[in-house]
């Protein structure tokens, strides 16, 4: 029988029978304590259609409520359903007498939180994993005001890293062809250059010489998880304009993907914040590489072009001696650059820079380390942990005002290079060490020998 018809059916039966299993709590308001009611309620039900009903009423209950309910909902969450301190002393106490498989089995028991069969059986009606990745991404905004919050956050993410596993994931090809409804999401989930038109996304998906591929899950439909967008070039490109806007007649950004030597990797928007900490797109990434692979067997190159976000703060945070290393009209130009107007500077003073925002960008990449022991910069981070090499530092590559605004229009080629892909993660994971091009180490030298401190 059709999974789609049962499903419907589902729905209608509980729909239909939603107000005989309303609970006392419901009937009584729709407050942060009257959806905890419902919670206990929904915890108590045996009845699987029952259940449907109580998990629908909850989530409604949820939905209607502003930010302070929710987050009153949230502390009742951490507190209602955490795992009882006597039951623990007393699981514990009597391992230690005995720690015998049984007592350990009682103990994990005891230490189990209610949350996750909560969040379980609220994801039971048709259409609530994605309500649920929406309440966790509630939960997020109020972490920080509310730390004691995190155990209830720890719970969400075990239970999505089972949900969104790469083997329920499914890829599909997003082009000018794609239903509108999904182009719409791509429009309005792009996130690191803006799309601010329909022509500016055919630009993206509709030529002959670009790519999009997205992640769907059967449970959210036609929400993308995570996308990519890919151009086609002949040559590993240092400029994201000619990628964005249609190549100038001196550009080669227009190769026919059939004479294209290189893939590049130029946009990856995560879509949904509910999933913040799942990784999706190291395994995007992967499987878009083998796709093209097959399609394009002329691609030798596969590449990204990154923004560096984080860089221009970095630089506006160094103390004047850390640019002892520069000549004067160096020192004049970055100092004007940081407390000016950095795009008037840019153009006035762009001989003058070249070298040292050079200098610079390589030692933000592969030097600056945060408490971690890690590179700084999260896109690095994303691109070493993946098996690529810091390939080269782009002068100028994204000249947008964003651009200009987060990293002084500077960007970076990730390079993935097939046969060095485990070699590259290996290094990075048990040691640390990134991988760089000569180019690259050739500019890390010099950035070793400038004053910046560590």
Not at 152 to 171: A, H, Q
Not at 429 to 451: D, F, I, W, Y
Request: charge should be neutral; hydrophobic fraction near 40%; proline fraction near 6%.
């Amino acid at each position: 029988m059709n999974s789609t018809f049962l499903n419907d059916l589902l729905t209608s039966v509980t729909q239909r029978y939603a107000g005989r299993f309303r609970s006392r709590a419901d009937r009584a308001g729709q407050g942060s304590d009257a959806l905890l009611e419902q919670c206990d309620d929904l915890l108590a039900s045996d009845g699987e259609v029952s259940g449907l009903g109580r998990a629908r009423t909850a989530l409604t209950t949820y939905d209607a409520m502003d930010d302070a309910g929710k987050l009153a909902f949230f502390r009742g969450l951490a507190t209602r359903y955490a795992p009882a301190p006597e039951a623990v002393a007393a699981a514990y106490a009597r391992y230690t007498d005995n720690p015998d498989s049984s007592n350990a089995q009682a103990l994990s028991v005891a230490a189990r939180s209610a949350r996750p069969e909560l969040l379980r059986r609220l994801n039971t009606p048709p259409g609530h994993t994605f309500g649920l990745v929406r309440m966790r991404a509630d939960l997020q905004r109020y972490l920080r005001e509310a730390p004691e919050l995190q155990s209830v956050d720890t719970d969400f993410m075990e239970l999505f890293r089972s949900w969104f596993n790469r083997g329920f994931l499914v890829m599909r090809r997003i082009d000018w062809t794609t239903p509108a409804h999904v182009l719409e999401k791509i429009i309005a989930y792009e996130a690191v250059h803006a799309i601010h038109t329909w022509d500016d996304l055919r630009q993206r998906v509709g030529p002959d010489n670009r790519r999009c591929f997205g992640f769907f899950h059967p449970a959210t439909g036609d929400e993308p998880l995570i996308f990519v967008q890919v151009a086609l070039t002949r040559g590993i490109p240092d400029r994201v304009q000619p990628l964005l806007n249609g190549p100038a007649a001196e550009d080669t950004a227009d190769t026919p993907a059939a004479g294209a030597d290189t893939a590049t990797f130029f946009s990856i928007s995560n879509c949904q914040s509910g999933l913040r900490g799942i990784s999706f797109g190291n395994f995007l990434i992967k499987q878009v590489v083998e796709e093209l692979r097959k399609e394009l067997p002329g691609l030798t190159h596969f590449v990204t072009l990154s923004p560096m976000p984080g860089f221009a703060d970095w630089v506006r945070a160094l103390p004047p001696a850390s640019l002892d290393g520069f000549d004067a009209a160096e020192q004049e130009a970055i100092t004007a650059l940081v407390h000016g107007d950095p795009a008037a500077t840019l153009d006035g003073s762009a001989p003058v820079l070249r070298k040292p925002l050079m200098q610079l960008a390589t030692r933000y990449l592969v030097l600056e380390k945060n408490r971690h022991g890690l590179p700084l910069n999260p896109v690095s981070r994303f691109h070493l942990g993946n098996g690529a090499e810091v390939h080269r530092v782009n002068w100028l590559g994204d000249a947008s005002a964003n651009g200009i605004q987060q990293s002084f229009g500077m960007m970076v080629n990730y390079l993935y290079r097939l046969d060095d892909i485990e070699r590259n993660h290996e290094a990075y994971a048990t040691e640390g060490r990134v991988a760089c091009s000569k180019e690259v180490q050739r500019l890390t030298r010099q950035a070793k020998a400038m004053p910046v401190p560590a």
